[in-house]
Each structure stands twice: as C-alpha cells, then as structure tokens.
C-alpha cells in the first residue's frame, strides 16, 4: 500500500513567556491507504501536537512548526499557503476532536452546517448539498436524519453529535482522517459504537485513519499498527497484533497494565507512577528514566535511539545487548 501521509523529522513548540519550549522532537512515522494507525500516549506525551501539524492547526496559538516535512501523496504540507492548506483541509484531510461540541456551531442548525461544508468542497448547489447530507447522516447511523437537520447541535446527544461531525468530516470523501480522542468524552457503549462506525467507513471507503488516543483498549479495537509516544518522541512501533503480544518498552508495558482486562480477577489497576516530563524541564538521558522500573545509570545520561527489528523499533537501552552487558558489569563492582 502507498504512503499516504510521511511524516519526517517533525519539530513543533509554543513561544512562551520563557522563550521557545519544544513539545514534539523529530518525530517521524507514516499512514498508508487504508490502514487504521493508532497514536498513543498519555496527556502531555505530544500526540495531539503532532496532529495539529499535520493540519496544521495552530491559528491563534504560539505553536510552531520549525523543522520537518509532513508529505500528504508526495507533496509537502509545509510548502503550502495557508490558502491552498485550507483546500485541503476538510477536503483531503479531515479532523474529529473529542468534544463535538467546539466543532459545531452552537447557534447554527445541523443542516446547515453540514450543507455549507458540503457547498465549499464539493461544489454542489444548496438543494442537492441538502440531499447529500442526509444521506451522509443516515450513512452513519442517524434516525430521523431529515428532521435532525432542522436541530440544533444542543438538541441531541454526546454520541448523536459526534456522529454528525464524524458524517460531516467523511461527507467531502477525505483519504486521511485525523479522530483526535473521538470516544473520550462518550460513555462506554456509545464509544464502542463509534470506533466500529469509524471501522466501517474505513472498511467502506479504504480512507487512511490517524486515530490519536490515550486508551490501547480503543486501539487494540480497530488499529492495525500503533505508534507510541512520550515526552515528544516515538518510544515504540509496531502492528497491532506484534505490540499486544511483545511489548518491548517498559513505557507502553506500564499502559498495558493499566487498561482493564476481560477475565482478570485483579481488583486495582496498576497505573505508571509520576507523571509526563514538562517540556520546560526534561529530564537528560532517557525521558521515561524517572518513573522507569527498570532504569540503569546510562539511562540518566544518554537518551536511547530507536531500535528496529522487523515490524518493531522500541527507544530502549534494555534493547541493546551490549550496553545491559556493560550495565550489569558496573553494578558486579
Ligand atoms: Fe527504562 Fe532505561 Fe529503557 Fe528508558 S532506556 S525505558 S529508563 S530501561
């Protein structure tokens, strides 16, 4: 399958009171057509940053993108004006948040909104734009998609408006679509309902997904390959199915631990302790090293690079056979 999206090398901050904080450090990695990439980590670990600029979507906020490519079928979004990045967006690549609620317009009916997204990049005129979104709505498992329309957003429930945004992002036949958190806000049955709307407009219209979450139980769900994140950089890759049965990064084993497993007698979960570096203060060597079980003394000091194997890279000195051997000699003396 072709790249749909590489991203390569991406370098993103905030201008601060305190100068230049950076928040994503050189992180690459890439979604093809048709598969469903999960983007995890906890709060502060980057990934919703890294998402932002992919849209690029840092409007009024002291975000920059100072270093990288972000190659959308070969051309690179970063080359673009923010004219023509407005084309794309919504068109070719589409975002859901996780709270429906800031991506509709309060004051507006659905109808409307749904018709006006549909004029812009279709270019379809107002009677058949209508028709259009109703289908889309029914598509996605609206009732009374018709009347629905004449609604306003604070009319229906959390799990009707995120189908209505899912069904406006999908209505402009976007081939990458960005689902930022898109079940958080949800309870547990309206989220499974979601994730396999999500799965089934996929499966439908072989779209690529970038589906950034904190929660593996979503990703062990839907997604064929993950990617790991803390602190701003990618700490793990792999498929779906080669990261739930290795693991390698004690990072994304302390996140496996804490999702809830069917079957399991274990009454508490256990939850990784401390908490994500700030970008204003991270730590020197390996960014996990504080709150890592299994820290050495070179983790304080040298940060690990990505080790690959097939269908697998870990950011892990534990990795490197070498470097455990010279570890464990120090600690002998
Ligand atoms: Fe833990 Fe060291 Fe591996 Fe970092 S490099 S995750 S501190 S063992």
Same mark, same amino acid.
């Given at each position: 399958m072709p790249d749909l999206l590489e991203v390569k090398n991406l370098k993103t901050g905030f201008h601060s009171e305190n100068g230049f904080l950076p928040v994503v450090h050189g992180v690459s990695f890439n979604v093809k057509q048709g598969e469903i990439v999960g983007l995890v980590g906890e709060s502060g670990s980057g990934k919703s940053v890294t998402s932002l600029s992919v849209m690029r979507l840092f409007h009024d906020t002291p975000g920059e993108i100072v270093e990288g490519e972000i190659t959308y079928k070969g051309k690179n979004l970063l080359d673009l004006t923010e004219k023509e990045m407005t084309s794309y967006r919504g068109k070719e690549l589409s975002m859901i948040f996780q709270e429906p609620m800031t991506a509709l317009n309060p004051v507006l009916k659905i109808g409307r909104q749904m018709r006006e997204t549909i004029m812009m990049h279709m270019g379809m005129n107002k009677k058949d734009a209508h028709q259009y979104a109703i289908e889309t709505l029914e598509s996605v498992g609206i009732p009374r998609a018709a009347e629905i329309m004449n609604e306003y957003p604070h009319q229906l429930s959390g799990g009707m408006r995120q189908r209505v945004i899912i069904a406006m992002q999908i209505s402009c036949n976007p081939?990458? =679509? #960005? @689902?930022? !958190?898109?079940?958080? $806000?949800?309870?547990?049955?309206?989220?499974?309902?979601?994730? *396999?709307?999500? &799965?089934?407009?996929?499966?439908k219209t072989n779209m690529g997904i970038l589906l950034i979450t904190h929660d593996l139980g979503v990703v062990a769900e839907i997604c064929d390959r993950v990617i790991v994140m803390y602190a701003g950089e990618i700490v793990e890759e792999a498929t779906a199915v080669e990261l739930f049965e290795n693991p390698q990064h004690p990072y994304t084993k302390g996140l496996m631990n804490s999702v809830p497993k069917i079957g399991s007698k274990k009454k508490r979960l256990d939850s990784i302790s401390g908490t994500v570096p700030n970008?204003?203060?991270?730590?020197?060597?390996?960014?996990?090293?504080?709150?890592?079980?299994?820290?050495?003394?070179?983790?304080?000091?040298?940060?690990?690079? =990505? #080790? @690959?194997? !097939?269908?697998?890279? $870990?950011?892990?000195?534990?990795?490197?056979?070498?470097?455990? *051997?010279?570890? &464990?000699?120090?600690?002998?003396?």
């Open positions: 081939s990458l =679509l #960005i @689902a930022d !958190e898109p079940t958080t $806000a949800l309870d547990v049955t309206i989220q499974a309902q979601i994730l *396999k709307l999500l &799965e089934r407009i996929q499966a970008a204003s203060n991270m730590p020197k060597g390996c960014k996990f090293a504080p709150r890592c079980p299994y820290a050495m003394p070179i983790c304080q000091e040298k940060e690990p690079g =990505l #080790i @690959a194997s !097939e269908n697998h890279s $870990a950011r892990c000195w534990l990795l490197d056979e070498e470097t455990v *051997k010279e570890e &464990e000699k120090q600690i002998d003396y």
